[in-house]
């Protein structure tokens, strides 16, 4: 299971950690991923991370603001949002792959969270 937390609502300009712990499955065999989807809207893959940490990818529309990590030590993982924008409001939410390559496709994650709420006003 994942679950999601760290999400809210803040003003244009700020910033939010979301955190996503996992459990009920081997943390360090997984690569994870954050994604977004807004109503009406697709799913976006915002930001992938590789199993030891050291590849992250990121989608172009979040580009320089956020970064992803993760700790293995506690089964979680993050991203951190600086420099929010309205257009950055969605439901947020984490999901895991076992895939052995970079991808922000949904379809390739097994694992998803129910979500977490981030609302950034103007």
């Known amino acids: 299971q994942l679950e999601e937390s760290g999400g809210g609502l803040v003003q244009s300009g700020g910033s939010l950690r979301l955190s996503c712990v996992a459990t009920g499955f081997t943390f360090k065999y997984y690569s994870f991923g954050w994604f977004r989807q807004a109503p009406g809207k697709e799913r976006e893959g915002i930001a992938y991370?590789?199993?030891?940490?050291?590849?992250?990818e990121y989608a172009d529309s979040v580009m320089g603001r956020f970064t992803i990590s993760r700790d293995n030590a506690e089964n979680t993982f993050y991203l951190q949002m600086n420099n929010l924008r309205p257009e950055d409001t969605s439901i947020y939410y984490c999901?895991?792959?076992?895939?052995?390559?970079?991808?922000?496709?949904?379809?390739?994650?097994?694992?998803w969270g129910r979500g977490t709420q981030v609302t950034v006003s103007s």
């Open positions: 991370i590789n199993r030891d940490g050291s590849t992250a």
């Open positions: 999901a895991a792959s076992t895939l052995g390559r970079p991808t922000r496709d949904p379809s390739d994650f097994e694992y």
